[in-house]
């Protein structure tokens, strides 16, 4: 579970299911992030920019890190 004073939203990793669900903080869903790579997936973390959103998410199998971006907003 990831979120802080700077973000409207919450973000939730379910590496059992291989996916990161984003709410807003009242728990309505905004969307679901889904991928084979989440499912030894540890932890994440987010960075609000001006412009975009990234969120990275660290696989604790291979020590791989997952960027994802998308345009502030979304």
Known sequence: LYTNDALNELYI???PNKRVVITDKSGK???QIVSD???DATSL???KGKTETSLYVLS???GNV???KSPAGE
């Open 13 to 15: 990793l379910d590496a």
């Open 29 to 31: 869903l905004i969307k």
């Open 37 to 39: 790579s989440f499912s």
């Open 45 to 47: 973390n987010v960075i």
């Open 60 to 62: 604790s199998g291979t």
């Open 66 to 68: 997952f960027e994802i």
